[in-house]
C-alpha cells in the first residue's frame, strides 16, 4: 500500500536554530496536509497544498510541495520553544471517491531554550 | 464554536472486557474519522464515514473492532474482547465534506485506552 516516510523522527535544536522535516511518498499525491500536535494535545491543522511547485509561508513556517508531486517539506526558521511538538504530514492518492489520507510517522522537534 | 468532542477521556478496561468509545463531531461535518495512536507513534487509519455512504473499514485492525454513525452525528468505536496491544490513544477528526477540495481534519481530544 502506499506510503509516506518523514525524516527524521527526533530533531533537536537550540532556540534560535532553523528545523526543516521531510515528507516522501512513493506514489504521487493530490495534496497533501501539515499537522502540529503539542505533547499531550491533538493533531491541529496547519496546512494543506495542492499545486506542483507550490510554497506556503505562514510567519516563520515555509511549506513546499515537490514539482513531481512526491515530497514536501516544512521549514521552521528561528525556532521558539512554542514550536515543540510533532509534525506530521498527511498525503492523499489519487483524487475523487474517499478522502483517507495516509499519514507520515511524524517528526518531534524539541526546542532547548 | 464547540470543536470535535470524544468521551470518555480516560477508560482502563480488563483484558477481554468489552470498550465503546464516542465521538461528537462539528455540526454540519459530514466526514467523520477513527484513528488509532500507539505512544510515541503516528496515526493510524481505522474507519472512515462519509454522509449515508457505507464506511470504509480498511483500517480496522481485526474483526473485533467496529464503528458506526449515527447519520451525521455521533459515532461509536467499540472494542470487544480488548487485548493489551489495544492501548492507545484513539483519535477522532471530523470534516466538513471529505473531499479534495474541503478536506482539513479538526480532531478530537482523544480516549486514552489501557488495558490491563
Known amino acids: 500500500g502506499q506510503q509516506v516516510m518523514q525524516i527524521p523522527q527526533y530533531q533537536h535544536v537550540q532556540e534560535g536554530e532553523d528545523f526543516t522535516t521531510y515528507c516522501n511518498s512513493s506514489?504521487?499525491?493530490?495534496?497533501i496536509q501539515w499537522y502540529k500536535q503539542r505533547p499531550g494535545g491533538h493533531p491541529v491543522f496547519l496546512i494543506q497544498?495542492?499545486?506542483?511547485?507550490e510554497v506556503k509561508k505562514q510567519k516563520r513556517l515555509t511549506f513546499q510541495f515537490g514539482e513531481a508531486k512526491k515530497n514536501s517539506s516544512l521549514h521552521i526558521t528561528a525556532t521558539q520553544t512554542t514550536d515543540v511538538g510533532t509534525y506530521f504530514c498527511?498525503?492523499?492518492?489519487?483524487?475523487?471517491?474517499?478522502?483517507?489520507?495516509?499519514f507520515g510517522r511524524g517528526t518531534s522537534l524539541i526546542v532547548h531554550p | 464554536g464547540a470543536g470535535v468532542s470524544q468521551s470518555p477521556s480516560n477508560k482502563v478496561t480488563e483484558k477481554g472486557k468489552d470498550v465503546e468509545l464516542r465521538c461528537d463531531p462539528i455540526?454540519?461535518?459530514?466526514?467523520l474519522y477513527w484513528y488509532r495512536q500507539r505512544l510515541g507513534q503516528g496515526l493510524e487509519f481505522l474507519i472512515y464515514?462519509?454522509?449515508?455512504?457505507?464506511?470504509?473499514k480498511s483500517g480496522l485492525p481485526s474483526d473485533r473492532f467496529s464503528a458506526e454513525r449515527t447519520g451525521e452525528s455521533v459515532s461509536t468505536l467499540t472494542i470487544q474482547r480488548t487485548q493489551q496491544e489495544d492501548s492507545a490513544v484513539y483519535l477522532c477528526?471530523?470534516?466538513?465534506?471529505?473531499?479534495?477540495?474541503?478536506?482539513?481534519?479538526?480532531f478530537g481530544p482523544g480516549t486514552r485506552l489501557t488495558v490491563l
Open positions: 477528526a471530523s470534516s466538513p465534506d471529505g473531499t479534495d477540495s474541503y478536506n482539513e481534519q479538526f
Open positions: 455540526s454540519g461535518h459530514t466526514a
Open positions: 497544498l495542492v499545486k506542483s511547485g
Open positions: 506514489t504521487t499525491l493530490s495534496n
Open positions: 464515514f462519509q454522509g449515508n455512504s457505507a464506511p470504509d
Open positions: 498527511a498525503g492523499r492518492v489519487g483524487a475523487g471517491g474517499s478522502y483517507i489520507p495516509t
